[in-house]
């Protein structure tokens, strides 16, 4: 069975950090472009950052660019998004997802997030004093 679980959410203060995981089961998340995309109340799901299989590859919304690192290791079939600096507007649930189409890495990145393949079920940050 396929399925993407993310971890790591919680509470930071302002300029705080958190490193959120998404691991992946019954499929080889290494084999895949994964993205990580986030939803605050009352706002569309927006794309944070992506990166490539080969992790040759990555991208980041201009809004964290500078903050948030994203990486993987493809022995633990694990993605990561390390983000620092964290700002009120962070807070969200967080999404990672699969992008199975073979396309590059920058499409994916544009594309809309319901044309992701697989989803896990999110992780809340707050940033919050």
């Known amino acids: 069975q396929v399925q993407l679980a993310e971890s790591g959410g919680g509470l930071a203060q302002p300029g705080g950090s958190l490193r959120l995981s998404c691991q992946g089961s019954?499929?080889?998340?290494?084999?895949?472009?994964v993205g990580w995309f986030r939803q605050a109340p009352g706002k569309e799901r927006e794309g944070v950052s992506f990166?490539?299989?080969?992790?040759?590859?990555?991208y980041y919304a201009d809004t964290v660019k500078g903050r948030f690192t994203i990486s993987r290791d493809n022995a633990e079939n694990t993605v990561y998004l390390q983000m620092n600096s964290l700002k009120p507007e962070d807070t969200a649930v967080y999404y990672c997802a699969v992008d199975k189409k073979v396309r590059a890495t920058w499409v994916s990145a544009r594309s809309p997030w319901y044309e992701f393949d697989y989803w896990g079920e999110g992780t809340q940050v707050t940033v919050s004093s």
């Open positions: 019954g499929f080889s998340l290494g084999s895949y472009t």
């Open positions: 990166i490539s299989s080969t992790t040759a590859n990555t």
